[in-house]
Every structure is written in C-alpha cells, then in structure tokens.
C-alpha cells in the first residue's frame, strides 16, 4: 500500500540541509568544555597576568573575583559563571586569549629547560673537577678562586646534610653567566645585522 504522507507538503529539502549545517550536541558540548577550560587555564593564572589579556571587561572581572573566592562551592558556581562569559566571545577574541596562554606555556617550558641545564651543569662541577676548567673557558671573567671555595663548600654542605648556601650560590653564578652570554649572544646578532643593513647601503 502507497504511504499517504509520500509527496505530501512535509519538510523542503532546503530545511533538511539547514538541519544538517548546523553542530551537532556532541561538537557544541566539546566546545563548551574547551571554553570552560580556557577560562579555568585564566583563573589559575597570577592577576597581572589576566589584566594584561586582551578581553572584554566584563569575561576579565568574572575570572578575577573567581580568583579572590577561596569558599569550594562558592568557587564553583563563579567557576561556571566564568563558563558561561567565556561562551559570550567571539571567536577571534577566544583566539586572542588562546594564542596568549600558548606563548605563556611556551615561555615557561624554555624556562624551565633552561633551569634543567643549569642545575645539571653545577651537578657536574661538583662530580668533575674538569668541569671548572671548561666553564672558566667559557668565562675566563670568573673568579677562579671564589668558584673553587664555593665547590668546596658545597661538597662538604652535601656530605655533611647541612644548608645548601654555597650550591644555591653556585647555582646564582651560572644562571648569571648565561644571561651573560644572552645579551652578548643578542647585541652579537645585533651588530651583524647593522652591519648587513651598511653593506646593503
């Protein structure tokens, strides 16, 4: 027997593909999380770091006061409310704010990279004494006499389970060094730019 709603006015075909455009439940929900994410990424951040995202003032005033709120549930329920300021940007504000936080992860894993290679290096002058004469390679501006107290220091600090004061110091001096080297590194970059730009001329 032919259907009698077949051929009948029923749905266009036109809004068949309009109900297709649109997301679906699953994609808005992951959305939706990703968003409440990014306003909990901000909130974990320090104050002056969120003052300095480019944001509607009112998103930056909910992550804030969610920030000052140290009550669990009263937290929470700020907690959402930034949720739901988060889902009130444009998308090139959430890319802002996103291309912000990234940087800032960025930056710190370098940072802390560097860190790694600092201690590793004071490890090794304690365990080498090789290790003082190719740092003074490197730095012939160091005081070889001072470095050497301060190994000493720092072995005996270890074997002794006293206040690592000399390893902190050690640890100073190598991080200045680096810095050091940064800034030489970088107006070394400069000058070969400048004169580049002079033999272009």
Not at 41 to 67: F, G, S, T, Y
Request: charged residues 35%; proline residues 4%; contains cysteine.
């Amino acid at each position: 027997m032919p259907n009698a709603n077949r051929g009948a006015v029923g749905f266009q075909s036109s809004e068949f593909e309009q109900e297709y455009d649109r997301p679906s439940k699953s994609q808005l929900k992951r959305e939706m999380e990703a968003l409440q994410k990014l306003g909990e990424a901000l909130v974990a951040e320090p104050r002056d770091r969120v003052k300095r995202v480019p944001m509607p003032e009112d998103v930056r005033e909910a992550i804030l006061e969610c920030q000052q709120i140290k009550d669990h549930e009263g937290r929470r329920r700020q907690m959402q409310y930034v949720g739901k300021k988060m889902r009130s940007l444009e998308p090139d504000e959430i890319a802002i704010i996103q291309t912000t936080i990234d940087s800032w992860r960025g930056a710190s894993k370098a940072e802390t990279a560097a860190m790694h290679a600092l201690e590793r290096r004071r490890e090794k002058l304690l365990a080498d004494d090789q290790a003082l004469t190719e740092l003074l390679d490197r730095h012939p501006e160091v005081d070889v006499q001072h470095m050497r107290t301060l190994i000493r220091n720092a072995r005996k600090e270890q074997a002794e389970n006293k206040p690592p004061k000399a390893y902190r110091e050690i640890f100073q001096i190598l991080k200045q060094l680096q810095t050091q080297a940064a800034l030489a590194k970088g107006e070394a970059a400069e000058d070969d730019g400048q004169e580049q730009e002079d033999d272009e001329r």
